[in-house]
């Protein structure tokens, strides 16, 4: 499943990076996939909205076992 969540962040990434942000993969504990937001993202006042509408919507197309992202500091 990480190989999956890992290759699904590096198709998103480019969308945060364009704004100046990025994404880390920190762990993945059963379903949930704890991921760190980072550069412009981490201070975004809409970085919950972009880890939720995005982020985690576009891993959930990808590896549909998961339950839920969190981000994480």
């Not at 996939?33 to 995005?54: E, I």
């Not at 549909?64 to 500091?73: L, M, N, S, T, W």
């Amino acid at each position: 499943m990480r190989d999956r969540v890992e290759k699904a962040i590096e198709k998103i990434r480019p969308f945060l990076q364009k704004d100046g942000g990025d994404i880390e993969l920190v762990d993945i504990t059963g379903n949930v996939v704890k991921v760190r937001l980072k550069g412009a993202c981490s201070g975004c006042p809409m970085s919950h909205m972009t880890l939720k509408q995005g982020v985690e919507k576009a891993l959930k197309e990808d590896v549909p076992e998961i339950e839920k992202v969190e981000a994480v500091a």
